[in-house]
């Protein structure tokens, strides 16, 4: 199994209050993804990394953002949590080169935040 | 840009018959396509990946998948459900070009004693 860790795996938090996120990868792959996951709507990308200090949007960005300051480490914040953010947050790594592999990802164990 | 559609959000199967999972994409490229499992609380799997080459590919825990380019499909199937095979699937996609992936949203299969 990829070494990816996520912490906390659980949380529960109150609208308005500042939530941190943190994806912890001890496979030193490039790239670094957050996603979440909602009944009936899959995965969908939050943020991306392809190095250090380089992230990019994903899909459903608004209200998030992130760090990465090593490689190992990719943080996702919401500022100001909201109801709607409760959610299942996944982190994934792949070690993908741009045209040449196969984009194959490997997901860690999850985090499960609720909003009241 | 690409996109996945999963026919059928529940599946449900007798032990020992056919699963059958569909998954249609869209997409302006060759794709590369993959199948992932999840299991209650926990991550996401790989089951099986079609990057190119044959176009009949086999994952684990005998699953299999065929790419089929002129009906844009991807589905999954296995000859004989096991208890086992409880879980969510996920069908996803990305381009050669991209190293983001796009994800359906998802088929739970249960298994019938």
């Known amino acids: 199994d990829a070494g990816i860790t996520q912490s906390p795996r659980h949380k529960v938090t109150e609208t308005g209050t500042p939530v941190t996120l943190r994806c912890h990868q001890t496979e030193n792959h490039r790239y670094m993804y957050w996603y979440r996951q909602d009944p009936g709507h899959g995965l969908r990308l939050i943020h991306y990394?392809?190095?250090?200090?380089?992230?990019d949007k994903g899909e459903v960005s608004d209200g998030y953002s992130v760090s990465r300051s090593k490689t190992e480490d990719f943080l996702l914040t919401l500022e100001s949590a909201t109801s709607s953010q409760t959610s299942v947050y996944f982190c994934?790594?792949?070690?993908?080169?741009?045209?040449?592999?196969?984009?194959?990802?490997?997901f860690g164990p999850g985090t499960r935040l609720t909003v009241l | 840009a690409q996109s996945v559609t999963q026919l059928g959000s529940h599946v449900s199967v007798s032990e020992g018959a056919l699963v059958l999972l569909r998954c249609n994409y869209s997409?302006?490229?060759?794709?590369?396509l993959f199948w992932y499992v999840q299991y209650p609380n926990q991550g996401l799997q790989l089951l099986l990946k079609y990057t190119t080459g044959a176009t009949l590919v086999k994952g684990i825990n005998g699953f299999e998948a065929e790419f089929k380019k002129s009906e844009t499909s991807f589905h999954l199937t296995k000859p004989s459900a096991h208890m086992s095979d409880a879980a969510e699937y996920f069908c996803a996609v990305s381009e050669a070009s991209d190293y983001k992936l796009s994800f359906g949203a998802g088929t739970t299969v249960t298994v019938r004693a």
């Open positions: 997409s302006s490229v060759p794709p590369y």
């Open positions: 994934a790594i792949s070690e993908s080169e741009r045209g040449t592999s196969y984009n194959e990802q490997f």
């Open positions: 990394s392809y190095g250090v200090k380089d992230t």
